[in-house]
């Protein structure tokens, strides 16, 4: 059974920072990209970025450039984000997930119906 959990989500101030990590079990996606999501109240949810297999490609919301970090340590099945200088319009349920259709490729996806598996998600508030 494949899990993907996501922790180190929590309440900061604006200006701070967080790590979520993402651990994958029930099976290796070490070929595979992964990517984190966010989803707001009210809002659909939205890609944040993502990192293809082996971290040789990374893409970023134009919201988020500059500030989140993605990277990954395939060894720990785990995928990590990175949030520097955080604001309030950060705030959202924040998703992992992973894709099995990209094997050994280039490319990251960002459109969330790429991607096959997901967490249960990890709550990020940033207070101002």
């Known amino acids: 059974q494949v899990q993907l959990v996501e922790s180190g989500g929590g309440l900061v101030q604006a200006g701070g920072s967080l790590r979520l990590s993402c651990a994958a079990s029930g099976r290796p996606f070490s070929s595979h990209a992964m990517g984190w999501f966010r989803q707001a109240p009210g809002k659909e949810r939205e890609f944040v970025s993502a990192i293809n297999w082996n971290g040789g490609s990374t893409v970023y919301a134009d919201s988020v450039k500059g500030r989140f970090t993605i990277s990954r340590d395939n060894a720990k099945n785990t995928v990590y984000l990175q949030m520097n200088s955080l604001k309030p319009e950060d705030t959202a349920v924040y998703y992992c997930?992973?894709?099995?259709?990209?094997?050994?490729?280039?490319?990251?996806?960002?459109?969330?119906?790429?991607?096959?598996?997901w967490g249960q998600g990890t709550q990020v508030t940033v207070s101002s």
């Open positions: 997930a992973a894709e099995l259709r990209y094997n050994g490729a280039y490319y990251a996806p960002s459109d969330l119906y790429e991607y096959d598996y």
